[in-house]
């Protein structure tokens, strides 16, 4: 698809199964996610992939922080079977380190984009995806089952799989309340 005509009409999916890209599909999501501007070259990210069984484990550690911060019991088994939406869950870590050039938030920024690009590579090879974070995302339990160390947080989960949907085209936005020139 011409490239432009793919930024304009792209749509996240949540109803996602198998299969998940492999292959050269596969590590083209992660050539995608690091080839994205990044102030400094600093490549403030890493990744991590659940898939299979790991999808299980990642529900348990959800659940797990559910159990930690008092949900019910109806709450910690959703929370058990988020992963499952998904064959393949994509998280992306933000890697903070400290620079005299390139703020923190410049970094972070740099691995919201690779995450962005992660997502649409997936799009682009014909499979669909949805970003994802919420409470999890933010879980200082979470962050340790991860594994996350000094300077890590948790950028989002992309569920990434083949859509069972056709999503519909995005809303009009009206542009002319978003572009002005230069007052
Ligand atoms: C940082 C970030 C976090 C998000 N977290 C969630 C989430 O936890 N749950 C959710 O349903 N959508 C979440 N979204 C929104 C979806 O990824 C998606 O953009 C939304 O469903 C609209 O669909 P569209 O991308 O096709 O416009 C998040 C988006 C971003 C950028």
């Known amino acids: 698809m011409d490239p432009l005509q793919f930024l304009l009409i792209r749509r996240s999916c949540g109803k996602l199964v198998a299969p998940a890209p492999c ?3 596969r590590a083209n999501l992660f050539r995608a996610a690091v080839n994205v501007p990044d102030h400094g070259r600093l490549r403030p990210w890493r990744f991590i992939t659940a898939e299979g069984a790991e999808l299980q484990r990642l529900g348990d550690i959800l659940a797990a922080a559910e159990q930690t911060r008092g949900g019910d019991e109806a ?13 393949l869950v994509v998280m992306v870590v933000a890697r903070l380190k400290p620079h005299d050039k390139v703020p923190p938030w410049e970094q972070q920024a740099a691995a919201i984009c690779a995450a962005h690009a992660l997502q649409m590579a997936a799009v682009a090879q014909g499979f669909g995806a949805i970003w994802r974070t919420g409470y999890f995302a933010r879980d200082t339990g979470v962050a340790a089952a991860l594994q996350l160390v000094e300077g890590e947080s948790l950028v989002g989960f992309i569920y990434i799989g083949t859509a069972v949907e056709q999503m519909p085209q995005p809303p009009l936005q009206d542009l002319a309340q978003l572009v002005s020139a230069l007052p």
Request: glycine share 6%.
């Open 23 to 25: 292959g050269e599909a």
């Open 75 to 87: 709450a910690v088994a959703r929370a058990r079977l988020l992963p499952s939406r998904a064959p």
